[in-house]
């Protein structure tokens, strides 16, 4: 009897166990959903307010001069007046706001770097539209994944829970602020589940908080701001297989620029941090005059870059052209991060693969007429390989390309195109840009 009693008692006890934690996981779920909803309702607004100010900022750079000198100086000083806010803003309340933010959220996944929301949320935002809104070469999808893990984080507290909820409500933060940047929830996901790797905490329900997240926020998003695609174009067949080795080769090519561009980002901050040691307000006149110059004279050489990649699937430019523009804003997208503003790389990379892959797809036309159904097949595996390249996430890549052109049946093309250029970009000793970029953000903070 007494043995019946025991095992019976053990067995209640087990069950018990059982159902507080499944309690305290479908809670977890709960809040993910919330989560969604707040970081889809922020991302929706920060994209409207954006577009906004980026229509009006697009109208004065193509009306300048038509107002004589008033309509030279105007566009001028709006950029000025939008840099130098968002760098007073950074510099004076939140530094962590700095650039994209992702590699502070990979450090707070690890508790080694502080999730600071109450002022986090308010700089990031603000500053970020003011940087974004002025022209620099800089991405929404920065801003958005920092919000989204910073609100992932208030809700944790708001709703005082234990800091084992941490990981998992700010991840499914981030995933949620990725998927409201570029309508792509398979991305926000897989680039938590692939970038964050090393910080994410594995487990079937944390896996199913980012999805819940980043789907809410989503369909959120999708209902305020609208469901179409973030980059329109053709939606191309799978090339032949006779056509598949070209791919590789754009892969080798994208693997020496990401190679590139991660070790001049890092010299550019360096710089800016070391030798560019000059007051607020010069930076602010110095970036926003050159921004604005060229804004004014070639306004597809500045902003995020979604105008510009339409230009360039229209063959709006001749490939000369298109060499220029690419190494231009590749220089403009380097120097803009470096300033130390809000703003993330993913539109910008992205835009520069667009370009490259063009300009490749049209080079190899021209040698290879009878081989080559359309040159923006190459566009969209050059948004991947660029993507794999510098991020060295291949299948974020592959995804967001994916999901943001709804190119599905280009797949294959973009599986050999990413894991080509991320298998030899470790061969040359490049190191992952967030990984890089936590490691210094750490170093600087401990000197």
Known sequence: MKFYLRKHIKSWKLDQRFNDTNTKNSRLLFYALIVGLIVGLAGSIFRIVLGYIEVFRDD????????????????????????????????????????????????ALDGIRPIRWKR???????????????????????????????????????????????????????????????????????????????????NFYSVAAIMIGAGTADFVVRSLVGANPIIQMVVYSSPGTSELWLFIILGLLFSVIGYLYNKLLVLSLNFFQISFKVPLIFTGIIVGVIIAVIGITFPEMIGGGYNTITEVLNHS????????????????????YSTGVPGGIFAPLLTLGVILGMLYGGVMQHYFPDLISHPGIFAVAGMAGIFAATVRAPLTGLVLAVEMTLNFELILPLIITTITASVVTV???????????????????NH
């Open 120 to 202: 986090v949320l308010p700089i990031k935002f603000f500053a970020s539209l003011f940087s974004l809104g002025s022209g620099l070469l800089l991405g929404r999808e920065g801003p958005t994944i920092q919000i989204g893990a910073n609100i992932g984080k208030m809700i944790k507290d708001a709703l005082g829970k234990s800091d084992t909820e941490d990981n998992p409500l700010i991840s499914a933060g981030a995933a949620a602020g990725l998927a409201s940047a570029f309508n792509a929830p398979f991305a926000g996901i897989i680039f938590i589940i692939e970038e964050m790797h090393e910080h994410f905490r594995f």
């Open 60 to 107: 004065l750079y193509k009306n300048a001069g038509n107002s004589g000198f008033l309509g030279w100086v105007t566009p001028i000083l709006f950029a000025i007046i939008g840099i130098s806010i968002a760098l007073f803003l950074v510099r004076k309340f939140a530094p962590e706001t700095s650039g994209s933010g992702v590699q502070e959220i990979e450090g």
């Open 427 to 445: 061969l040359l000793g490049n190191k992952p840009i967030y990984a890089t970029l936590l490691k210094r953000t750490i170093s600087n903070t």
């Open 317 to 336: 430019f001749s490939l000369y052209f298109l060499l220029i523009l690419f190494v231009i804003r590749m220089i403009l997208s380097i120097f803009s």
